[in-house]
């Protein structure tokens, strides 16, 4: 994990190790006594565990000689459920932040519910659950289920939009919050910008990245518009947008397999209520809270959201 990659999911050992972690209270002050005697009984040397000035509900555990994946199953063990965030150095409010869209910044799969207006959820679902899970291949899935739709009125997109596509709690605050601190937002997805201009919009998205449904005399012809936005566009994304800013600090969020890449190449990636292996990838994750967690989790404190 470094300023310009936040995997740690080889094990590699640094010299300090911080740790920021968001839990019921009761739990963390009841284990974390025992959390760090696990740590140091792995080797590492624990400087401070202690909540963060002005952030009572973070607790920041700094720890010399560390290895990060250790120090996550130890974690994991002690305060799951957990909000969590794992560097090599103090985290920063961000230059850049990427985001997927479905499941991250809103809480549905829009190919998903769109199929349900041409009575096919079930089958499109099971597709985009075994894709996010990393065990297809997303272009492949992503073609075949846009396939699927064809023939469906293009005027389903706004009735589904208005009925069924829903911001992710604390969506708002958090880009406006960065935003306010100068940092560049940017939304990315495999998804569709049908979807993805409105939301984009709504949440307060500089620019959008996304893949477009082809559409002829008011109908989805079963096709796209362009070449597919899958993941190794997300992290070019995310690298493009840093490169352009000096090699800024960045923070990604996402859910999915498809999102691994761009979380691992991203000073903070951050896996939002995500799939095993998008976790696993992540040197962030949020499992208990909403999105706002993401800025406690960077220090800034309630009293500074936008």
Same mark, same amino acid.
């Given at each position: 994990?470094?300023?310009?990659?936040?995997?740690?999911?080889?094990?590699?050992?640094?010299?300090?190790?911080?740790?920021?972690?968001?839990?019921?209270?009761?739990?963390?002050?009841?284990?974390?006594?025992?959390?760090?005697?696990?740590?140091?009984?792995?080797?590492?040397?624990?400087?401070?565990?202690?909540?963060?000035?002005?952030?009572?509900?973070?607790?920041?555990?700094?720890?010399?000689?560390?290895?990060?994946?250790? @120090?996550?199953?130890?974690?994991?063990?002690? @305060?799951?459920?957990?909000?969590?965030?794992?560097?090599?150095?103090?985290?920063?409010?961000?230059?850049?932040?990427?985001?997927?869209?479905?499941?991250?910044?809103?809480?549905?799969?829009?190919?998903?519910?769109?199929?349900?207006?041409?009575?096919?959820?079930?089958?499109?679902?099971?597709?985009?659950?075994?894709?996010?899970?990393?065990?297809?291949?997303?272009?492949?899935?992503?073609?075949?289920?846009?396939?699927?739709?064809?023939?469906?009125?293009?005027?389903?997109?706004?009735?589904?939009?208005?009925?069924?596509?829903?911001?992710?709690?604390?969506?708002?605050?958090?880009?406006?919050?960065?935003?306010?601190?100068?940092?560049?937002?940017?939304?990315?997805?495999?998804?569709?910008?049908?979807?993805?201009?409105?939301?984009?919009?709504?949440?307060?998205?500089?620019?959008?990245?996304?893949?477009?449904?082809?559409?002829?005399?008011?109908?989805?012809?079963?096709?796209?518009?362009?070449?597919?936005?899958?993941?190794?566009?997300?992290?070019?994304?995310?690298?493009?947008?840093?490169?352009?800013?000096?090699?800024?600090?960045?923070?990604?969020?996402?859910?999915?397999?498809?999102?691994?890449?761009?979380?691992?190449?991203?000073?903070?990636?951050?896996?939002?209520?995500?799939?095993?292996?998008?976790?696993?990838?992540?040197?962030?994750?949020?499992?208990?809270?909403?999105?706002?967690?993401?800025?406690?989790?960077?220090?800034?404190?309630?009293?500074?959201?936008?």
């Amino acid at each position: 994990m470094s300023a310009s990659g936040g995997r740690f999911a080889d094990s590699e050992e640094f010299n300090v190790l911080i740790a920021r972690v968001i839990a019921e209270p009761a739990l963390l002050s009841a284990h974390v006594d025992a959390a760090v005697h696990a740590l140091e009984s792995q080797g590492a040397k624990v400087l401070g565990a202690d909540p963060l000035p002005g952030l009572d509900s973070v607790l920041q555990i700094m720890a010399d000689q560390g290895d990060a994946v250790a @120090f996550r199953g130890v974690i994991d063990r002690h @305060f799951s459920p957990s909000d969590l965030l794992i560097a090599d150095h103090l985290p920063q409010v961000p230059g850049v932040f990427v985001s997927d869209m479905d499941s991250t910044m809103i809480g549905q799969e829009c190919i998903d519910e769109l199929a349900d207006f041409a009575g096919i959820k079930d089958q499109i679902a099971e597709i985009t659950e075994r894709a996010m899970q990393g065990e297809l291949d997303f272009a492949e899935a992503l073609a075949e289920r846009v396939r699927l739709l064809g023939g469906l009125g293009e005027d389903a997109i706004q009735q589904c939009l208005d009925e069924r596509i829903r911001d992710m709690p604390g969506a708002v605050t958090l880009v406006a919050t960065l935003k306010a601190r100068g940092c560049e937002t940017v939304l990315v997805t495999g998804g569709f910008h049908q979807f993805a201009d409105p939301v984009a919009e709504r949440l307060g998205f500089e620019r959008v990245v996304g893949n477009r449904l082809a559409v002829a005399h008011g109908k989805l012809t079963g096709g796209l518009v362009g070449d597919i936005v899958d993941s190794a566009v997300k992290e070019r994304v995310l690298r493009g947008a840093v490169e352009a800013r000096g090699g800024a600090t960045s923070l990604a969020t996402g859910d999915g397999a498809n999102d691994i890449p761009m979380l691992v190449a991203a000073s903070y990636g951050v896996a939002y209520h995500a799939k095993p292996k998008a976790r696993a990838a992540a040197n962030g994750s949020i499992d208990r809270g909403d999105l706002t967690d993401v800025l406690r989790l960077l220090g800034i404190a309630e009293s500074e959201w936008a």
